[in-house]
């Protein structure tokens, strides 16, 4: 069973950054999309970004474009995800997800990590 990792969450005050990683155990990593999906407390899990096995494509949601940035480092088995100019409405359990292809949708993840949260205070 491959397990993801994450790591980087914590509290943070609104304009402040935070850098997720997530390190997974699987052992062709390349071979992999992967992501973050992110639920806020009493909402709906939604995607977030999305990254080629390459790192060549990328997707976000609307929402964290040009403030979010995911890359992937496929010597070290690890996805980040750079977070600035945090907002209130950020604030959510942040999940790394595995997939075959970019995933926007759920159903497309083969992995979910435990989660990190991150809490970005007004």
């Known amino acids: 069973q491959v397990q993801l990792v994450e790591s980087g969450g914590g509290l943070v005050q609104a304009g402040g950054s935070l850098r997720l990683s997530c390190t997974t155990t699987?052992?062709?990593?390349?071979?992999?999309?992967m992501g973050w999906f992110r639920q806020a407390s009493g909402k709906e899990r939604e995607f977030v970004a999305a990254?080629?096995?390459?790192?060549?494509?990328?997707d976000y949601t609307d929402s964290v474009k040009e403030r979010f940035t995911i890359s992937r480092d496929n010597a070290k088995n690890t996805v980040y995800l750079q977070m600035n100019s945090l907002k209130p409405e950020d604030t959510a359990i942040y999940y790394c997800?595995?997939?075959?292809?970019?995933?926007?949708?759920?159903?497309?993840?083969?992995?979910w990590g435990q989660g990190t949260q991150v809490t970005v205070s007004s």
């Open positions: 990254i080629s096995r390459s790192g060549m494509n990328i």
């Open positions: 997800v595995q997939s075959l292809v970019m995933a926007r949708v759920q159903n497309r993840v083969k992995y």
């Open positions: 699987e052992r062709f990593f390349s071979s992999y999309a």
